[in-house]
């Protein structure tokens, strides 16, 4: 982390802020200064992830305060409009704005069962792809349309920042594929409407990141040395959220080695890591 309190006096929501992405985002944008509000679906005691019971926003908010930042947990489920309105209507009567959103809520994954997946794409689940909508560019499109609305809109400017991926080339699984071009779509559309009222809203791809789902997955053998902790992009996004000038980046998908590049951020062994979204994605 790095002690600089570029933030300070801001308000910033992290969405699935439980773990791996998310959490270390909430870390940085702490530790960087502003007050962090997480959310997710994981609560202590109640994980949506059997096989992660500690990772809840919960934990994220004890060890942001152990850290000696400033955060708190909402329980919220960013598919539900009605539960993402309340949301919004309480940062509005606490906190009076919102400056910084981070829709990183994913999952696209908790129906998922590799075992019925076939060799041609007509074998997949056919409920797959309306999951991964709904888990993931849904979910982005009414939390950044609430927000707008009732608090980035009316109150004061902001900065939205999306989490996302490259789609490959070549491509790879048919639905996720699908649901991550539409959440880069989004980035750039809604870039394109607030651009004249000065609200960026940017994507950014991370690599291959050593999350604690990552971990139930693969081995640490085949982990090291090809991918990066999450705190990489989450230093890539407190950067941007400290930038005066972000607006040059709306619309746009940005890789973390090129935050890195631009900001001159490490991860947290003080590497670089080159294997990008972008790279990772075209090499397979």
């Known amino acids: ?36 509000i997480c959310t997710a679906r994981s609560t202590r005691g109640h994980s949506t992830q059997n096989e992660l019971p500690a990772t809840t926003i919960d934990a994220t ?31 509005s009567e606490q906190h009076g704005k919102l400056d910084i959103l981070v829709n990183n809520a994913w999952g696209g994954h908790d129906p998922h069962d590799e075992s019925v997946r076939g060799e041609e794409v007509w074998e997949e689940p056919l409920d797959q792809f309306k999951h991964m909508l709904l888990a993931g560019p849904y979910s982005d499109y009414i939390t950044s349309l609430l927000v707008l609305k009732y608090l980035m809109g009316p109150v004061q400017k902001g900065l939205i920042i999306t989490t996302t991926w490259h789609t490959a080339e070549p491509p790879m699984w048919l ?73 040059r980046f709306t ?27 972008k790279h990772y994605s075209q090499e397979g």
């Open 1 to 36: 982390m790095n002690n600089v309190q570029t933030l300070t006096g801001k308000i910033a929501l992290v969405t699935g802020a439980s773990r791996g992405l998310g959490k270390a985002v909430a870390l940085e944008l702490a530790e960087a200064g502003a007050y962090v």
């Open 61 to 91: 908010v004890d060890a942001v305060r152990k850290a000696g930042g400033k955060a708190e947990a909402i329980q919220c489920d960013h598919t539900d409009a009605v539960a993402v309105k309340a949301l919004v209507d309480y940062i």
């Open 175 to 247: 639905p996720y594929e699908g649901s991550k071009a539409a959440k880069n779509r989004l980035v750039y559309v809604l870039g394109y409407h607030l651009k004249e009222k000065g609200i960026p809203v940017i994507a950014v791809a991370p690599g291959w990141m050593r999350t604690e789902l990552m971990f139930t997955h693969h081995t640490r053998e085949e982990l090291e040395g090809q991918t990066e902790t999450p705190h990489y992009a989450a230093r890539g996004i407190a950067a941007l959220a400290s930038d005066p000038d972000v607006m």
């Open 251 to 277: 619309g746009k998908l940005m890789d973390v080695s090129d935050l890195a590049d631009i900001y001159g951020i490490t991860d947290l062994d003080g590497s670089q890591p080159r294997l990008n979204a």
